[in-house]
């Protein structure tokens, strides 16, 4: 009888901590915290900027990419923002939100430096912008002289 129990017990234990007497392997559950290198902090996020998505759309043959990097710790937005074609040189370029597809928003981050391409910066954004931006109700667009209101535009998305 006890020595049904200590088999029984031994056997609930190999079970338990997945030791496999055969090649003789034991597993551990490895706890995984916020901090783990293996949970992403990072939003990877994307715009396919064109007069087709300005709003209202235009003729410009421009085309231009966001490449972002929103860190959710730090709730800072990093970018670099490219673009060929345009009409002239770019005189403005901002985020704009909240705004879905075919509607326009005040800018929410404005860019600010050398307007030419690549355009790189960072912005730490408040709870509001962060909202917004997760979301999918932020674009943005490249201004010019011919095109005041707006040159090329894309909606800023997180990258599937």
């Known amino acids: 009888m006890i020595r049904s129990r200590t088999t029984l017990i ?7 901590f997945g030791i496999t007497a055969c090649n003789k392997t034991v597993m551990t559950a490895t706890p995984v915290s916020v901090n783990s290198p293996t949970v992403s902090v990072l939003i990877a996020m994307t715009a396919q900027l ?3 998505t300005e709003v209202p759309p235009n003729k410009s043959t421009g085309k231009g990419m966001v490449d972002a990097n929103f860190n959710k710790q730090s709730n800072v937005l990093t ?5 060929s074609g345009l009409t002239g040189p770019a005189t403005a370029a901002h985020f704009h939100g909240p705004a879905g597809p ?5 800018p929410s981050v404005p860019l600010s ?8 910066g960072t ?11 997760t979301a999918g109700n932020w674009y943005l667009n490249v201004h010019t002289a011919a095109n005041p209101g707006g ?4 909606q800023v998305m997180a990258k599937p």
Not at 10 to 16: D, Y
Not at 102 to 106: H, S, T
Not at 113 to 120: E, R, V
Request: proline share 5%; no cysteine.
């Open 79 to 83: 970018w670099t923002i490219t673009y």
């Open 151 to 154: 040159e090329i535009r894309g």
């Open 113 to 120: 430096g050398s307007l030419d391409s690549p355009i790189k």
């Open 50 to 52: 064109s007069g087709a």
């Open 123 to 133: 912005a730490t954004l408040t709870a509001a912008q962060v909202s917004d931006l």
């Open 10 to 16: 031994a056997s609930l234990l190999i079970s338990l």
């Open 102 to 106: 075919g509607v326009n928003a005040p």
